[in-house]
């Protein structure tokens, strides 16, 4: 039995954002990689601590692909990951939010 995999609002938006962004120059591209950012995501649901953890944000850890990071918490006692935010490198860090 696999553990339940959740997106917040904002790691939603991001994933929406990121591949919004893609599709102004290649709709098939964001497709693509927009597919393969989710199904990342859902394998959590296997392996939840194979993700690095996150320095100086104890509790969190990441997960890269290409140039987007996928950033979460485990609820051990809940079987929850928690998808906080789906980051693309390429931005300013200095934006980046963590909770």
């Known amino acids: ?16 954002r ?4 893609l599709a102004q120059k290649s709709p098939t591209a964001a497709e693509r990689i927009g597919l393969e950012l989710v199904d990342l995501i859902f394998t959590l649901d ?16 990441k997960l890269a692909h290409r140039h987007y990071l996928i950033i979460y918490r485990v609820n ?6 928690e998808i906080v935010r789906v980051w693309d ?10 909770p």
Do not use: H, I
């Not at 696999?2 to 994933?15: C, F, N, R």
């Not at 990121?18 to 962004?21: D, G, I, P, R, T």
């Not at 051990?76 to 990951?81: D, G, P």
């Open 1 to 16: 039995m696999g553990w339940q995999v959740a997106l917040t609002d904002e790691a939603d938006a991001d994933l929406g």
């Open 18 to 21: 990121v591949v919004a962004f």
């Open 46 to 61: 296997q392996m939840p601590n194979r993700g690095a953890p996150v320095r100086k944000r104890p509790g969190l850890r």
């Open 76 to 81: 051990e006692s809940a079987a929850l990951v």
């Open 89 to 98: 490198n390429r931005q300013d860090p200095g934006k980046l939010r963590l």
